[in-house]
């Protein structure tokens, strides 16, 4: 079985624009969750899909969206960039009943000039 | 919500030697408690799990062991070697909304096997 696939793998934008990730999950998984990953703060949740439905937020600004489609594939937009949105964005799925394991992708590496 | 600590940061060991990573958690009613090993240039691997109504789970080398009473639970690497250098990470769930499971995750540990 395929594992969770994002594109691209790595970005390098500038202040100001805005940035669209993408993250197929595991056939048959219905969820998917978005992290940041940065030195200093760790993994932080950005938010989860369900069903194309955004279930759970996490602490971010508006300036981070997401979607999910009817395929369960889902796509993470970042509008006007700042030089902090700089990290690794992880997509991560999972069968989203329960405790349900997370499974990872290898991530997009978003740098902001 | 969920609080997790991880410690230690930073763990050096020589291959053949065992590796303890600590992690404590803040929500008692938290129940699952997953590892994730993570390396240079990839996204986290999920390598042990473990659920509330068990003290400790095994996979060859890898254990992992709980104290509900206490809120910690361990990683236990036995006989390490250079392949297992990483970053590992506990987790703990912080939300659960509509049947999801939101972990909130330790801060990582970077282990490094000594060949």
């Known amino acids: 079985k395929a594992g969770v696939t994002q594109t691209p793998r790595y970005l390098i934008k500038t202040r100001g624009q805005q940035v669209t990730l993408s993250c197929s999950p595991i056939?048959?998984?219905?969820?998917v969750s978005w992290y940041q990953q940065t030195p200093g703060q760790g993994l932080q949740f950005l938010f989860e899909?369900?069903?194309?439905?955004?279930?759970n937020k996490g602490n971010f600004p508006g300036r981070f969206s997401g979607r999910q489609f009817s395929n369960s594939r889902s796509e993470m937009n970042v509008s006007t960039l700042e030089l902090g949105d700089s990290a690794l964005y992880l997509c991560?799925?999972?069968?989203?009943?329960?405790?349900?394991?997370?499974?990872f992708g290898n991530g997009t590496r978003l740098t902001v000039t | 919500g969920e609080n997790v600590e991880q410690h230690p940061s930073t763990l050096s060991v020589q291959e053949g030697d065992s590796a303890v990573i600590k992690c404590t958690y803040s929500?008692?009613?938290?129940?699952?408690f997953p590892w994730y090993k993570q390396e240079l240039g990839k996204g986290p691997q999920l390598i042990i799990d473990?659920?509330?109504?068990?003290g400790e789970k095994k996979d060859q080398r890898i254990a992992v062991t709980l104290n509900k009473t206490a809120k910690h639970f361990s990683l236990h690497i036995t006989e390490t070697q250079p392949e297992d250098s990483a970053v590992y990470f506990c987790?703990?769930?912080?939300?659960?909304?509509?049947?999801?499971?939101?972990?909130?995750f330790g801060r990582g540990t970077s282990l490094i096997v000594h060949p």
């Open positions: 929500d008692s009613a938290s129940n699952y």
């Open positions: 473990i659920r509330s109504n068990v």
């Open positions: 056939s048959g998984h219905r969820s």
């Open positions: 899909y369900f069903s194309e439905t955004q279930r």
């Open positions: 987790a703990a769930p912080s939300v659960e909304w509509g049947g999801s499971y939101i972990p909130t």
């Open positions: 991560a799925s999972s069968h989203g009943q329960g405790n349900s394991p997370l499974h």
